[in-house]
């Protein structure tokens, strides 16, 4: 299947239009411009490398619907609690992900430059997009970037059926002599919900081995799902899948780390703390953590070093001996960037269903747009 038959029932738009209206979306509902375009930024920059799950498909409900139920403050207001050399803890006080993390990797960056490393924490914030965009702002900054944060519980522990931990992202950005980083953005789960919610658009049932309902079978009716991972009658499998014949056990022991980190550094809230409902079943902030961690190659045996063994290493990868049937191996960043590519020239998909909601969004907030996939 070609990439444009993928996405055959969408409509492309621009990335100029497309991150216009996320950013007058955003500040409809109380966002300054200035946080606006960072968020904008991070959402079409999802788009852009062809993460769907986490690009305007996350507009509205994680951010404007939970700004407007009252758990997410459009107002980002951060506050340093500690500044030492090469480490420092920032409170997002509730406020967008996106801005706060932006601070924190570029405090991680700067602390880099000047002794090698540096590594930010960051307590009571929200969901920040992708994980990747953090880890790239250091690799263009000739560094290595990590980060991670935690999230609502989704994953069920190996031999587990509870949703316990987030999604937990571990995530590495490496900066090398090919076009692209390396960028390694996944999950600790087989999948996360944004993916679930992209077959959810597109009326598909999901993959088994997926999701484990409290009977400890696979689940893979994908609308029910998507409501029992709210309620925890289902859970996320970690990396490994089931059990642990295939390895799910290092899915959940990463899945750990990253919880951890994510809250033992910073103080903060973790695991069930993070359901986003009070015993009345009512909606809470999500008081998330993250860290940030920026190492210098320079102060090994230098950048351009650096990146060539890493562009070599990434190099040979691909050029190792294919299994029988396939013509290409993809080294972490690589798809990404060639969707880049794709839509530089063609724009970004955008199916039924976001075409509704981004309708909805123009007429609710009175936006002058017209959209292109309205004139057919």
């Not at 102060?299 to 190099?315: D, N, P, Q, S």
Request: aromatic share 10%; net charge negative.
């Amino acid at each position: 299947m070609s990439y444009a038959d993928a996405y055959k029932d969408c409509a492309w738009m621009d990335f100029e239009t497309l991150e216009k209206f996320m950013i007058d979306s955003l500040m409809a509902v109380g966002i300054n411009e200035t946080d606006a375009k960072i968020i904008g930024d991070v959402l079409i920059e999802s788009d852009k490398r062809g993460i769907d799950s986490h690009g305007i498909g996350r507009l509205k409900p994680i951010y404007i619907d939970r700004i407007n139920i009252g758990i997410m403050d459009p107002v980002t207001n951060i506050e340093v609690l500690k500044d030492d050399m090469s480490t420092a803890v920032l409170d997002g006080h509730n406020g967008m992900g996106h801005v706060v993390g932006k601070k924190a990797m570029e405090m991680a960056i700067e602390k880099a430059k000047k002794y090698g490393t540096g590594m930010v924490a960051v307590r009571n914030s929200n969901h920040y997009g992708i994980a990747g965009y953090f880890a790239t702002m250091a690799t263009d900054a000739g560094m290595i970037g990590i980060t991670g944060t935690n999230a609502r519980p989704s994953i069920a522990p190996t031999f587990g059926v509870e949703n316990m931990m987030g999604t937990n992202p571990l995530t590495f950005g490496i900066p090398t002599d090919d076009p692209f980083p390396f960028v390694l953005d996944c999950a600790t789960s087989v999948t996360q919900r944004g993916k679930i919610e992209v077959y959810g658009r597109a009326g598909k049932e999901l993959p088994p081995g997926w999701v484990i309902g409290h009977d400890g079978s696979t689940r893979t009716d994908t609308q029910q799902v998507l409501k029992d991972l709210t309620t925890g009658q289902a859970a996320l499998t970690p990396l490994g899948g089931i059990g642990d014949q295939t390895g799910g056990y290092k899915g959940f022991g990463y899945a750990m780390v990253v919880e951890i980190l994510s809250a033992a550094l910073q103080d903060g809230a973790f695991m069930k703390e993070l359901n986003g409902f009070d015993e009345n079943h009512k909606p809470i902030p999500y008081p998330l953590g993250h860290f940030f961690i920026a190492i210098d190659p320079a102060r090994f045996m230098g950048l351009e070093v650096f990146k060539r063994v890493a562009g070599t290493i990434c190099r040979q990868i691909r050029e190792s001996e294919k299994a029988p049937g396939e013509d290409r191996i993809y080294t972490a960043g690589e798809k990404e960037y060639e969707a880049f590519q794709y839509r530089s020239k063609h724009g970004c998909p955008v199916p039924p269903s976001l075409q509704k909601m981004m309708i909805e969004l123009r007429d609710t907030y009175k936006l002058n747009y017209s959209f292109n996939f309205e004139k057919k």
